[in-house]
């Protein structure tokens, strides 16, 4: 059964640019969650998307957009990059609404804001 | 609101040593409690987990106890491995269940043989 799946693997962008990355939920999962994560602040929630609907959102401003797709694969937008928005970023999907036990994480995009 | 409080590190021990990584948390009720290990260049992988208070999670030989008094989940091991060289993060799901997983800032340990 293959894992959740992360792409790219490393982008480098410039500031002011935008991004799209990609996740690959696990067949048959229906959730899947984003997290950014940095050396200063660790692992902070980004947002949730259920069967294509956001269920919850973290406290991340507007340039951070995200979506499902009916295929489960979803993709989270930053627009007009900042150099602090240079984190890795991880997805996880799972069956139900993504309690701790249920997560499986991807190997994340590392994303570099030069 | 919710949060988890870890050690920092880095924490460095040689092979075979015990393992304490302490971990506290602030939260209303009776949170889930997680421990979740990331090896290089990999996403995050559960280790354990408790649910209600006194409870112990374990896996792999890495041991925690929910302590609702002290409202701590300090994981421990007896024996490190230079294979068990990883960030470990403590995390917490709120009473309610609906809502997302709260990490702490993680611990990086690096066992050396």
């Known amino acids: 059964k293959a894992g959740v799946t992360q792409t790219p693997r490393y982008l480098i962008k410039t500031r002011g640019q935008q991004v799209t990355l990609s996740c690959s939920p696990i067949?048959?999962?229906?959730?899947v969650s984003w997290y950014q994560q940095t050396p200063g602040q660790g692992l902070q929630f980004l947002f949730e998307?259920?069967?294509?609907?956001?269920?919850n959102k973290g406290n991340f401003p507007g340039r951070f957009s995200g979506r499902q797709f009916s295929n489960s694969r979803s993709e989270m937008n930053v627009s007009t990059l900042e150099l602090g928005d240079s984190a890795l970023y991880l997805c996880?999907?799972?069956?139900?609404?993504?309690?701790?036990?249920?997560?499986?994480f991807g190997s994340g995009t590392q994303l570099s804001v030069l | 609101g919710d949060s988890v409080t870890q050690m920092e590190g880095p924490v460095t021990l040689s092979e075979e040593a015990f393992l304490t990584i302490n971990c506290t948390y602030t939260?209303?009720?009776?949170?889930?409690l997680f421990w979740y290990v990331q090896y290089p260049g990999e996403g995050l992988q559960l280790l354990l987990k408790?649910?209600?208070?006194?409870d112990k999670g374990s896996n792999k030989g890495f041991e925690a106890t929910y302590r609702k008094e002290t409202t701590s989940f300090h994981l421990e091991k007896g024996s490190v491995q230079v294979s068990d060289s990883a960030v470990y993060f403590c995390?917490?799901?709120?009473?309610?269940?609906?809502?997302?997983?709260?990490f702490g800032k993680g611990t990086r340990l690096s066992v050396i043989a």
């Open positions: 998307y259920f069967s294509e609907t956001q269920r």
């Open positions: 067949s048959g999962h229906r959730s």
């Open positions: 939260a209303t009720g009776y949170p889930s």
């Open positions: 408790a649910t209600k208070a006194d």
């Open positions: 995390a917490l799901i709120p009473a309610g269940g609906n809502t997302p997983l709260v």
């Open positions: 996880a999907s799972s069956s139900n609404r993504g309690r701790g036990e249920k997560l499986l």
